[in-house]
């Protein structure tokens, strides 16, 4: 069976810091492309970061880059998304997700949800200002 699971969002204040993890099972890690999304209310889930496992390419959204960083642990089968200089727009519920068939190459590939099979039960993050 296929888990995600996240953990490590919480409340914190405008420019502070949260690592996210998701932790997962069930496939072979190497073979998948990690993706994290956000999803605010009232707004479109959205990719923010993704890893391809096998060659560590990275994708990030423009909104995050400079400020957020995704790794990966094959030896857990974990990803982390280290959130750095948070603003109160990034709050929001932050899933990850697992595809077999996205993968990153040039890193300016948006992630599509509909190509990422698997998810997680989401956390949420919340920046005060």
């Known amino acids: 069976e296929v888990q995600l699971v996240e953990s490590g969002g919480g409340l914190v204040q405008a420019g502070g810091s949260l690592r996210l993890s998701c932790a997962t099972s069930g496939f072979t890690f190497d073979d998948y492309t990690i993706g994290w999304f956000r999803q605010a209310p009232g707004k479109e889930r959205e990719g923010v970061s993704c890893?391809?496992?096998?060659?560590?390419?990275?994708y990030y959204a423009d909104s995050v880059k400079g400020r957020f960083t995704i790794s990966s642990d094959n030896a857990k089968n974990t990803v982390y998304l280290q959130m750095n200089s948070l603003k109160p727009e990034d709050t929001a519920v932050y899933y990850c997700a697992a595809s077999s068939v996205w993968t990153v190459v040039a890193g300016n590939e948006v992630p599509e949800p509909p190509f990422f099979g698997s998810w997680g039960q989401g956390t949420q993050v919340t920046v005060s200002s």
């Open positions: 890893i391809s496992s096998s060659d560590g390419n990275t």
